[in-house]
């Protein structure tokens, strides 16, 4: 039986184990390895899928057997891997190459005491991905302190990959390559920007390889491949787009003269052709307002336990809880969000319907026979043990939360959306409030939800937000602040030639033909008042569409370089 077979998946998956297919190894070693005489190092090495196609590579540049067990060297903490690794190189007459059974963030790199490693012509892998949330304790201790060796200051969010990454390139030379698969979020969320930025201040050639389908049978995240080489800082950055593993046969040598990257923030709108990037930054960037400029987007309220502090009728009737220990609340989720505004009749029709409507908001002076009851079917259940109700005293009154003037749907498939309030509810954390200043025009609350229903606020959310697993766009509330959003000159004309189609738009909505309400949108804000043309309002529009369909991976596409 193979290790592989030995090997479960969830055993994979705890230690960020994710078998890399052959084609990405191949093309990575063929780029990376330019001599006969190059030392190559994969940090965390596996089943040695990487040392392997190295091992290939090396051969086909004259490198004899003896010197290949020589150049390559292998690191990975688990060692039942390492064994089979030796047991396939040897199959390549590779006897005796340097297999290193360690944590890598255990090993010094060569400008420190008790290097065993030293410097390397090529740096080559797929690092673990592990999520923060199981990346942790003295693992990440060691990863942190690493990265800052280095230089980089990672977020307590960082997934493990970005510290192998980090480590694993203070080994090359510096003039080396580096190779190396990385998950698309390198591209999107924020922990990863100071990793963007020592890739911008370390390496003077920075180019990525972007699939428009998923490549590892085991992981749902979409995965690019960095190859850089060259001291900084970055003058040159190129990004390619291919189908499938199996194109990359057909893609040259990265080492394209492309334009220098910007100094800070997120690599999203590489996806798109120049001129598209152009017009979103005069349209989105320039002519438009942040959201931040009306209020400020909001948590809502994290209880620990929706399940126990959000109520529904139902249970509130059941244990008898005053009315006066709740607070009336827009229900977690918010595929109830179906149009511009939440109503207080909405409110009622979701009470009537079993919804959670109360958030559980005790007087704690105040004590009643049900809520008496009500508390110790949640201490029998256990909820007083969850974090956040250990933090707080006591541990049944959760935060209220401002009532929110606009709601924000902050995960959704096809776009965030922004929500008139006027059930004066509050909210827990399954979206996101927005309270609005004091200087903001009195028609904002009900102009913005139905005129942020534009293509370039929507090309926005996908260059601000960040992709999740299944295609869900994700804004937290600072990338929510940054959404483009007309300004309030823009929205105010706007709404005069718009404001009487609004509830025939928002029945449309609710329908599902939300492409009709952009549409409409679109004509009146960016044609009419913004003074756009046709031609540019699609382009922003199939710019968006283009962020979509690739979040979704919905798209069957052809190979294609797109220089920054």
């Known amino acids: 039986m193979s290790l592989r077979a030995q090997d479960p998946p969830d055993h994979r998956k705890a230690r960020g184990a994710f078998f890399t297919p052959p084609t990405i190894a191949d093309f990575l070693t063929r780029w990376a390895i330019r001599s006969g005489d190059a030392t190559i190092m994969d940090p965390t090495c596996g089943e040695a899928v990487f040392l392997l196609a190295a091992a290939d590579r090396l051969k086909r540049l004259k490198a004899s057997p003896t010197a290949i067990s020589e150049q390559l060297t292998g690191v990975d903490l688990h060692a039942p891997s390492l064994d089979e690794a030796a047991r396939l190189l040897a199959e390549r007459d590779v006897a005796r190459p340097n297999l290193v059974c360690s944590n890598l963030f255990d090993l010094s790199p060569p400008t420190q005491l008790g290097d065993r490693v030293g410097w390397q012509d090529a740096v080559i892998g797929n690092p673990p991905f592990v999520r923060y949330q199981e990346h942790r304790g003295t693992m990440r201790k060691r990863s942190a302190t690493a990265a800052l060796a280095q230089g980089v200051r990672l977020s307590g969010l960082a997934s493990s990959w970005a510290a192998t990454l980090i480590?694993?390139?203070?080994?090359?030379?510096?003039?080396?390559?580096?190779?190396?698969?990385?998950?698309?979020?390198?591209?999107?969320?924020?922990?990863?920007?100071?990793?963007?930025?020592?890739?911008?201040?370390?390496?003077?050639?920075?180019?990525?390889?972007?699939?428009?389908?998923?490549?590892?049978?085991?992981?749902?995240?979409?995965?690019?491949?960095?190859?850089?080489?060259?001291?900084?800082?970055?003058?040159?950055?190129?990004?390619?787009?291919?189908?499938?593993?199996?194109?990359?046969?057909?893609?040259?040598?990265?080492?394209?003269?492309?334009?220098?990257?910007?100094?800070?923030?997120?690599?999203?709108?590489?996806?798109?052709?120049?001129?598209m990037r152009q017009l979103f930054k005069s349209v989105g960037l320039e002519r438009m307002a942040r959201l931040d400029s009306y209020g400020t987007p909001e948590l809502g309220t994290v209880t620990g336990n929706n399940d126990f502090f959000a109520l529904s009728e139902v249970t509130r009737r059941q244990y008898r809880i005053p009315e006066e220990h709740l607070k009336p609340i827009s229900p977690p989720g918010t595929r109830h969000l179906d149009g511009l505004s939440f109503s207080q009749a909405r409110w009622k029709e979701l009470k009537l319907a079993g919804q959670r409507v109360w958030l559980l908001h005790p007087d704690p002076a105040a004590r009643s026979k049900g809520l008496t009851a009500y508390l110790a079917h949640g201490e029998a259940s256990g909820v007083p043990e969850a974090y956040k109700c250990t933090v707080r005293d006591p541990w049944w009154r959760p935060p209220v939360v401002p009532v929110p003037d606009l709601f924000f749907t902050y995960m959704s498939h096809r776009y965030p959306r922004l929500i008139e309030n006027s059930a004066a509810a509050t909210f827990v954390n399954s979206m996101h409030g927005l309270r609005l200043r004091d200087d903001a025009p009195r028609i904002t609350r009900r102009a913005l939800p139905l005129l942020a229903l534009n293509s370039a606020s929507m090309l926005g959310a996908e260059v601000m937000g960040r992709s999740y697993g299944g295609g869900i766009l994700k804004m937290e509330p600072r990338e929510a602040a940054s959404l483009p959003v007309p300004g309030p000159e823009t929205m105010q004309t706007a709404w005069r030639r718009i404001e009487k189609q609004r509830p025939k738009l928002e029945a449309t909505l609710k329908r599902g033909e939300w492409w009709t309400v952009v549409a409409e949108v679109d004509r009146v804000l960016l044609k009419e008042t913004m003074r756009l043309t046709g031609d540019q309002v699609e382009a922003i529009r199939d710019a968006a569409a283009l962020l979509r369909v690739r979040r979704t991976r919905q798209t069957e596409s052809h190979g294609s370089v797109i220089k920054a």
């Open 167 to 275: 480590h694993a390139s203070a080994f090359l030379k510096p003039d080396g390559r580096l190779a190396m698969v990385l998950p698309a979020e390198l591209l999107t969320v924020g922990y990863a920007e100071p990793i963007r930025r020592w890739l911008r201040a370390r390496f003077g050639v920075v180019n990525l390889v972007m699939f428009e389908r998923l490549q590892f049978q085991d992981a749902d995240e979409n995965v690019v491949l960095l190859v850089a080489h060259g001291t900084g800082p970055c003058d040159s950055f190129c990004l390619y787009q291919v189908d499938g593993a199996e194109d990359l046969a057909d893609v040259h040598p990265l080492d394209p003269v492309g334009a220098r990257p910007a100094a800070e923030g997120k690599w999203s709108d590489l996806v798109l052709p120049l001129d």
